[in-house]
């Protein structure tokens, strides 16, 4: 049985940063693709990073590449995401998310591929 939980989010100005947590228990990290995905009201739920068991070439959705940082411990079972020069369009439910591995590098990266998932944070920029 897989458990997910998230922190670090909250509420920021526009330009601000905050870094996502999510520590997870149950699993083993080299089995395991491991994302951030996000959903805002009326809109779908939408990847915004996802990285493989060995960290290799993580992946970004296009709006947030380049501002964003996913990574993982795997020796803490944690995943994280920096989240940069936050704008008010990245205001959305944040989750953590977990699936046994299917590909190399975990994608292609719909949350169909994902079983397990947190309860979420909120981020919200003004």
């Known amino acids: 049985h897989v458990q997910l939980v998230e922190s670090g989010g909250g509420s920021v100005q526009a330009g601000g940063s905050l870094r996502l947590s999510c520590a997870a228990s149950g699993y083993t990290s080299s089995n395991y693709c491991m994302g951030w995905f996000r959903q805002a009201p009326g809109k779908e739920r939408e990847a915004v990073a996802v990285?493989?068991?060995?960290?290799?070439?993580?992946y970004y959705s296009d709006s947030v590449k380049g501002r964003f940082t996913i990574s993982r411990d795997n020796a803490k079972n944690t995943l994280y995401m920096q989240m940069n020069m936050l704008r008010p369009e990245d205001t959305a439910m944040y989750s953590c998310a977990a699936g046994r591995l299917f590909s190399i590098l975990c994608i292609p990266t719909t949350p169909a591929g994902f079983g397990y998932w947190g309860q979420g944070t909120q981020v919200t920029v003004s």
């Open positions: 990285i493989s068991p060995s960290g290799s070439i993580p």
